[in-house]
Each structure stands twice: as C-alpha cells, then as structure tokens.
C-alpha cells in the first residue's frame, strides 16, 4: 500500500489496529516525522502483540496502545478537537459498531490541514447489478468469518460527509476491477484549513 506508507505525520490517531499487522507501514526507519501514534484498540487480548509489532515497526518509543474504541476518546483518551495530525483507518471502519457516527465524531480531531489516511473495504458502486445482490449475498456470510466485517457499507462516502476536505485522493484498491465485490478505498482526505469543527 505505497499511497499509505510514509504519509503519516506528528500526532497520529491509528484505529482499531488489532494485532498492529499494518503498523510496518509507518516504520520509523523510513519516517521520521511521526512524533507519536496512539493506538486505539478496545481488545485488551490484542495489546501485546499490537505492542510486540510496534517495537518491530521501530515505533516502540512512540507508539502507545489506549484500551478503548474510538467512540470513548474524547473520555478515557484525553484527546481533544484538533489535537491529531493524521488519523490512520486500515480495515477497522467495516467491523466497528456506528461507524458513520465514529467518522463524525474523529473528523473534529483533526487539526486543519491534518490528514485521514485509509484502506477500507466499501459498498460497490454498481448498487443496481448484479455486482451488488452478489455482495449482499457474500456478506451473509462474510461477517461471522471476519470478525463483523460488514463489506456493502459506504465508508467512502460518509468519509466525504464527515466535514470539509481540502483534498480529497481515494482511488480503489490495487488489482480491484469493476466487478469486485469485495472492493476498497484507499488513499488520503486532507482537512481543509479553514474550517468549522
């Protein structure tokens, strides 16, 4: 995922990263301009090996893993609205419960001008063939599989609503052709400058 790797930048928010499978992404030994990254992950029998792939990362100084879902930052996180400079999403919106709702509530947290870096799995955009009954049918199943991974919601778009976006560069996932139906978004939204939170 070259559009993700390196992008992140000072204070960074990663949601819901599990094990920390992703977090070689972020490496220190190719960034050096992340100052700190808040792991944001509810599943305390993931924290070790979240912790253990960090290190690995060369995060290890700076990474550290807060012990609740993204809807309790504001709570037990201490974070506050624009105290973050890139949030990271990587195949975390389509398991957690309300993610419209989380969107909304991450986007004020954002400094104007910070970034939202994602990889997320999306609702086709052929809802009225046969791409679309076939994704439905997929995910009957897929969730009990993939821990409540829920692939025909709209992430890309309530991402879009979720505030003003100075830039905005989504673009489908590598390999992924039209008749994916298990399709993804990834890519950067910059925060716009000016804006209202």
Request: charge should be negative.
């Amino acid at each position: 995922m070259p559009l993700l790797q390196n992008s992140a930048r000072g204070v960074c928010l990663d949601i819901g990263p599990g094990s920390g499978q992703w977090l070689y992404l972020f490496a220190r030994a190719n960034n050096s301009e992340i100052t700190k990254i808040y792991g944001v992950e509810p599943n305390v029998g993931m924290h070790a090996e979240l912790r253990a792939n960090a290190v690995k990362a060369g995060l290890g100084e700076v990474y550290e893993v807060i012990g609740c879902g993204a809807q309790e930052l504001g709570t037990k996180g201490g974070m506050g609205v624009g105290s973050v400079d890139t949030i990271i999403t990587v195949q975390c919106l389509c398991s957690i419960p309300t993610p419209e709702r989380i969107i909304k509530e991450l986007y004020p947290l954002l400094k104007p001008g910070g970034k939202w870096l994602v990889y997320e799995h999306i609702r086709t955009k052929y809802q009225g063939d046969f791409v679309a009954h076939w994704q439905r049918a997929i995910n009957t199943v897929w969730p009990h599989f993939f821990n409540g991974c829920d692939i025909t919601r709209p992430t890309d778009e309530w991402l879009l609503q979720a505030g003003e976006w100075e830039e905005v560069n989504l673009r489908s996932g590598a390999g992924e052709g039209k008749y994916d139906t298990v399709p993804h978004t990834i890519g950067t939204l910059t925060k716009r400058n000016e804006c209202t939170i």
